[in-house]
Every structure is written in C-alpha cells, then in structure tokens.
C-alpha cells in the first residue's frame, strides 16, 4: 500500500461527523443525510505556474490566499501566526448535512454545535450538500427551501461567517465535475461491490436512480477535492473510504508518475486514511432507545426536529418509550431508553451526571418527562427565534451563501483544475 508522504501537514478530516459527528465527519449514504471532512488550510497553487482568475467579490474576514507554486497534494499546509514564533499549521474542517427532512436534535448535537463550539480552532466550511440530496426522488420546490433552511439553521444554531464559510455544494462546480473525471477513472467492478447501493436500491425498486449508484464517486470527490489525509468515518462507511484512497491511488498512477507527464511526477491527490471514529453517547429514537435518531424514519415521533414548535415537543417527550423500573439512572443495558433521554437532559441543559442524578434519580417518568421537555422547549427556543429572523429577511443568508461559495471554490477550483491538468485538458488560461 502507497504511503501518502504528508503525515507532517497535519491534514485532518474531522467528524459530524459526529455523527461522527454523530455522524460528523463520516459521509452518510444518501437518507442519513451527513457528510463531512476536513483538511489543512491550503496554500492553493497551479501546476502550470500560474494563479486561478476569479472575480472579485467583497469577502468575509479570514478569505483564502492563493500562490504559484507545487500542486496541492505536495503543497497544501499553511502558515499561521504561532506564540513561539515558529509557523502553525491550522485544520480546516469542512463538513455538511444534505437538505432532505429537517435536521433533529442528533443532527445538532452530534454535529453543529460541535462547529460552533471548534470555530476559534479551525478554519471552517460548512455546506449543504444538496448534489448528495438528489440520488433519490425528490420535490424541486422542497430541494429549494430545504436548502436555505440547512443554511438558515447553521447559522441560527451559531455558526459565525465571521469565523465559518456557509455554502451550498451546487455552487461549487468542482464537485460535480471532479466526480466526471473521477468516473471515467473507476472500474465499475468497484462500484458494483458497494454494499449499501445495494441496500438501498432494494428499497428503490425500479426507480433507482445511476446517482444512487454513483454517489461514492462524488464523496470521493468531496474528500480529494480538499485535499484530506485522516477521515473520520464508522464502520458502515469504511468501504466509502477504501474506495475513495483506490480512486486517489489510480489516478496519481495513471497520470502523474512520470515527469513527461503534464502533472511532471507530482502526484495530484492525496490517499485518505481512515481515523474510525468510536460512537460517544449517541442521541437515539424516541421511540426505540436501541436506533439512532434519523431524518428518515417514517415517524415522526421518533425525533425532536429543531424546528418543532413547543407543543410538538412536549407532546412528542409525553410519548416516547421508557419502561417500568423505578428512579433514573445511566448505562444500564436493560434500559437504553433511560440512558438516552438522560444524555439529551444533560446535553441541553449542560449539567454534569452527578448533578443530573442527584436532580432527577429518584423520579418517576411522569415527573422527569416535562422536565425534560422544558428543557427542550428553552434551549432550542433561540435557535428557532434566529432561524425565523434569517427566512424573514433572506438577505444576510444569501450574502453569506455567496461568499462561502467563493471561498471553497479557491480550495476546491484549484485541485480540479490540477486534476484536469493531469488528464491533459486544455484549460482558459492555455488559449489567453
């Protein structure tokens, strides 16, 4: 197996992941509704010795730098200010959630608030990928708002453009068409060995789509196209990886050994490598204490979604599952629905589990129920306020939008135009 030669750039694809993040930082198969990654801050160059030309546009503080130098795979740490003076490579995580349902309370605390809570650690980029929203039927109109709705929420949850760049995917042509490029690279014998395109077409029948089957290539694309060493990813999305780190190995073979070669012996992408991410205190069902909260469970009284008025909220916590033994307590195998329901009480309320326990361990449901469900009520209470604030007036979203979509497309636009290169295309600045 190749050894990718930049373990010192500190490259770091970091999860929602979370759900790594909870999902945050694996990318989830299209209905999980999560993708992520992170890289270093690249010093974005050409191959060909000379700068991308983009528009100006005014930008929020924080924008990317360009140069003429290596290739980004060779070239893609960054120098920042550091208290001893010596140069600091910063980690630039760049994550998503597709605008398909709303996003629930795991989808906020398994992974937005996680960005928020990182923005003064990394540099941020955050995006609604819609083009992963797509490999299954969908409403146009729905796919419209949803989107603005995702990118409404990151902000209204806290996410700071000052501090974060909010984009759609779409916007960032790259990813589209690295992942063209990238087809005509990848066996088909390798996607017909992908497990869940089989899960999921049987649930399609006959009106699965070529993206369903396709869309590995485009996670592959969103990983490579930012350059990611370490991805955080599950075990169900391993398989996701190897295929991305295969496609990257393909390439650079095929196109950048050889000196005489228009990528002159520099490889274009960089292998990623798998960092499986062990599950933390999950938010699971509402209704099954043993399944994680999901966007695509058919019923709704399973999730808290974040944008659940407060009696939706309470009646939802009035109905979910618990069972018949007496008082509160965490990490009992024979109750996965008590042990949840206290990780979403401390979640929301930021208490400790000796504060909890002393609080609510002698409680019956009847008593910890609306406890909770006021808990819910006032800390997504803001969140809500701000969203309804951002859809009033779409403005401030739009402006944010835009100049997100710029600052990828520097990262981004660069190892696309690398790889285009490497393939041989002639390219704008080739007829100038």
């Known amino acids: 197996m190749i050894r990718p030669a ?86 630039r995580i760049l994550s998503g959630v597709q605008p398909t349902g709303n996003l629930h309370l795991g989808n906020y605390l398994g992974a937005i608030r996680q960005w928020v809570a990182n923005q003064d650690k990394y540099e941020n980029f955050f995006c609604v990928v819609d083009l992963h929203a797509i490999t299954a039927p969908h409403v146009p109109a729905e796919l419209t708002k949803s989107s603005f709705d995702i990118a409404a929420l990151y902000l209204a949850a806290g996410i700071d453009p000052n501090k974060s760049k909010v984009f759609i995917q779409s916007h960032v042509t790259a990813h589209a068409e690295l992942c063209w490029l990238l087809n005509c690279v990848t066996p088909m014998g390798w996607m017909e060995k992908m497990i869940q395109y089989k899960e999921k077409a049987k649930k399609q029948g006959e009106s699965v789509s070529i993206g369903l089957f396709d869309y590995p290539i485009l996670m592959a694309a969103d990983i490579l196209l930012y350059q990611a060493q370490l991805v955080p990813v599950g075990e169900d999305q391993r398989q996701h990886l190897e295929l991305s780190r295969d496609i990257a190995r393909r390439f650079n073979d095929q196109y950048c050994k050889k000196k005489s070669m228009p990528a002159k012996g520099r490889r274009v992408f960089r292998e990623p490598e798998a960092l499986i991410v062990k599950e933390g205190a999950r938010v699971m069902s509402l209704l099954d204490g043993t399944s994680k909260m999901s966007k695509s469970d058919p019923a709704d009284g399973s999730r808290i979604n974040l944008l659940d008025p407060p009696e939706v909220i309470r009646k939802k916590v009035s109905r979910c599952k618990t069972d018949s033994f007496e008082g509160m307590e965490w990490n009992n195998p024979e109750r996965p629905e008590c042990t949840n329901l206290l990780n979403i009480y401390k979640a929301v309320t930021d208490k400790s589990e000796e504060e909890i326990l002393a609080e609510v361990g002698h409680m019956r449901w009847g008593e910890f129920k609306p406890l909770l469900a006021e808990a819910l009520v006032a800390h997504l209470e803001p969140i809500q306020s701000k969203y309804a604030e951002l859809m009033e007036d779409k403005s401030q979203l739009k402006r944010v939008l835009l100049e997100g979509a710029e600052a990828a497309e520097a990262v981004a636009g660069q190892t696309n135009e690398l790889a285009k290169r490497a393939m041989g295309f002639t390219t704008r600045q080739d007829l100038a």
């Open 6 to 91: 930049w373990r010192s750039s500190g490259i770091l694809v970091a999860g929602m992941l979370a759900a790594c993040m909870a999902p945050v930082m694996a990318f989830r198969v299209p209905g999980a509704g999560l993708t992520s990654l992170a890289a270093s801050r690249l010093r974005v160059s050409s191959a060909a010795g000379g700068r991308l030309q983009r528009p100006a546009v005014r930008r929020l503080p924080a924008v990317l730098h360009m140069s003429a130098s290596a290739p980004a795979a060779d070239n893609a740490a960054a120098e920042g200010a550091s208290t001893d003076g010596k140069p600091e490579v910063r980690k």
